[in-house]
């Protein structure tokens, strides 16, 4: 067995820890660069689910599995094995007796062109918050509404648990064949999200704003958009492997609703930092004040919040002892 190890954005002794892990148990592995050749039987990830999301957004060969590996405490849908409890799995992951699931991708057009596949969601909004975007609904080339928001969300099953639930959109089962289509705070009272079986095509047009409109994908990047954004079932699905027995996507979405609903009693601020660690990852509280925007004193409130409630964890960071770093802790 020939395991490839991708750590972009992760410390190398992490990437370090993982090999040492697969020579004790025999199993050969190589890190992945972009001058690698060898063709390995599976790829670990690591960088959690941001990790995993990045890979896939890469040149990378997606027919692979993939497992996924954090490095903090934080559970996530894509990344559920944590790097200080990877060593019990290695037996499992050498007789490869893990199992396989196959995670739906979004393939995204920007005013005819393409772009790389998303595993979470594509969000279209005004470049400004608090600004009317006006656009036009066409499901299968046929018009499904005309509306004014502050943006619209396409998301897949695993995206629906992300920013599309924090808008208010239901959560899919990961099995379903279908894609959510979600208005964010419609000017029509009546506008409620849509679900379409994902052999659908959808295409968001007609898209304008007092200033630019962007299309923001996975959370991650920002891409300016003129008139039309286009998204269809992307093939190959992501492959995904799932090492524990109780580690599924239906166990994972029974911890993240148990959250939103604690979720609703919490202040913005400390929602905001929440969704932000998850989309970003572990980051330090200057990190966190400019990713957000909000003041440090709200930060510094936010964070004491959180940390005191056990949403999130502090410790020191490998790359600057002198600084602290905060993730989302992991919920039982």
């Not at 196959?102 to 594509?122: A, Q, T």
């Not at 924090?166 to 705070?185: K, M, R, T, Y």
């Not at 962007?214 to 286009?230: A, F, I, Q, S």
Request: net charge positive; proline share 3%.
């Amino acid at each position: 067995m020939l395991i490839g190890i991708h750590g972009s954005g992760t410390t190398e002794s992490a990437a370090k820890i993982i090999k040492k892990i697969l020579d004790d148990a025999e199993i050969k592995s190589f890190s992945i660069t972009k001058s690698t050749s060898k063709q390995a039987d599976c790829v670990i990830v690591l960088g959690g689910d941001k990790g995993v999301r990045n890979y896939f957004h890469k040149t990378f060969d997606s027919t692979l599995p993939i497992l996924g590996i954090s490095e903090g405490e934080a559970s996530g849908f894509l990344a559920q094995i944590d790097l200080r409890e990877f060593a019990s799995y290695a037996d499992i992951l050498k007789r490869q007796k893990y199992t396989i699931e196959e995670v739906p991708r979004l393939g995204v057009k920007i005013d005819g062109k393409n772009v790389y596949p998303v595993l979470n969601d594509v969000a279209v909004f005004s470049s400004k918050s608090a600004m009317l975007m006006e656009h036009t609904l066409r499901v299968n080339g046929e018009e499904v509404w005309h509306d004014n928001s502050d943006g619209i969300i396409v998301s897949t099953p695993i995206g629906s648990s992300a920013y599309s639930m924090s808008a208010g959109g239901p959560v899919l089962f990961q099995d379903s064949a279908v894609f959510e289509i979600l208005s964010v705070n419609s000017l029509d009272v009546t506008r409620r999200p849509i679900i379409v079986s994902n052999s659908s095509s959808i295409e968001i047009d007609d898209i304008s704003a007092r200033l630019h409109c962007e299309v923001v994908l996975d959370g991650l990047d920002r891409y300016k958009v003129n008139n039309t954004v286009e998204c269809a079932q992307f093939f190959p699905a992501a492959k995904i492997i799932r090492l524990k027995k109780n580690s599924t996507a239906i166990s994972a979405l029974a911890k993240k609703v148990h959250l939103a609903e604690e979720l609703l009693s919490m202040s913005p601020s400390s929602k905001l930092l929440l969704k932000t660690l998850e989309y970003e990852g572990a980051l330090t509280q200057k990190d966190l004040a400019n990713k957000t925007l909000l003041p440090s004193r709200t930060v510094r409130m936010a964070l004491s919040h959180l940390l005191k409630r056990g949403y999130i964890k502090k410790k020191i960071s490998i790359r600057d002892a002198r600084q602290k770093i905060y993730e989302i802790s992991k919920i039982e």
